[in-house]
T-cell receptor, first 111, second 113 residues
Framework: SQQGEEDPQALSIQEGENATMNCSYK?????LQWYRQNSGRGLVHLIL?????REKHSGRLRVTLDTSKKSSSLLITASRAADTASYFC???????????FGKGTRLSVIA | DGGITQSPKYLFRKEGQNVTLSCEQN?????MYWYRQDPGQGLRLIYY???????QKGDIAEGYSVSREKKESFPLTVTSAQKNPTAFYLC????????????FGNGTRLTVT
């Protein structure tokens, strides 16, 4: 079962611009995580935000969480060509069950 | 250098043959997972194990089998009963605890013809 749904499916921007990706989910969560995947590689964990947090920063990444709307956004500021990748949100529900991943957003940053 | 090793990176098999994908971790994680990734479908959970000698089915377990005899190893067998086995397979591990971040291997791309 896939809970998170990312939007847009694909995004193309110029280097230096900001990139925003959104994730919506259906049930209550314990935390929400964002991952990055370069083509043909495994996923890499970027950031985790707990259900009682509203915003979190890590370097050029900013994540927000709105539990009333069951949505999260990932903002990448001052994008670089090296940020080109697919980005996935994953939700952790209550109980010790595995993360559920969305289908991802493909980001292309053009130099 | 801690991490997860999946081998081989590319695997080719004829239809009707079973094939086993290897996954080894040296992160001392209790939990391990197998996901399947198809274009446009994100990651789907096949099996997971939270402790040695125990594992649970995920959303798409049919046609797959696993074992967890050692903490470090969680091999996945794709059997001939799996109707569409061609895919990218990802292994991951995590510490126990609700929603712990996953550490992924670099995947095995299986092609069955």
């Amino acid at each position: 079962s896939q809970q998170g749904e990312e939007d847009p499916q694909a995004l193309s921007i110029q280097e230096g611009e900001n990139a925003t990706m959104n994730c919506s989910y259906k049930t209550s969560i314990n935390n929400l995580q964002w991952y990055r995947q370069n083509s043909g590689r495994g996923l890499v964990h970027l950031i985790l935000i707990r259900s009682n947090e509203r915003e979190k920063h890590s370097g050029r990444l900013r994540v927000t969480l709105d539990t009333s709307k069951k949505s999260s956004s990932l903002l990448i500021t001052a994008s670089r060509a090296a940020d080109t990748a697919s980005y996935f949100c994953a939700t952790a529900n209550s109980g010790n069950t595995p993360l559920v991943f969305g289908k991802g957003t493909r980001l292309s940053v053009i130099a | 250098d801690g991490g997860i090793t999946q081998s081989p990176k590319y695997l080719f098999r004829k239809e009707g043959q079973n094939v086993t994908l290897s996954c080894e971790q040296n992160l001392n994680h209790d939990a391990m997972y197998w996901y399947r990734q198809d274009p446009g479908q994100g990651l789907r959970l096949i099996y997971y194990s939270q402790i040695v000698n125990d594992f649970q089915k995920g959303d798409i377990a049919e046609g797959y089998s696993v074992s967890r005899e050692k903490k470090e190893s969680f091999p996945l067998t794709v059997t001939s009963a799996q109707k569409n086995p061609t895919a990218f397979y990802l292994c991951a591990s995590s510490e126990t605890g609700v929603g712990s971040p996953l550490h992924f291997g670099n995947g095995t791309r299986l092609t069955v013809t």
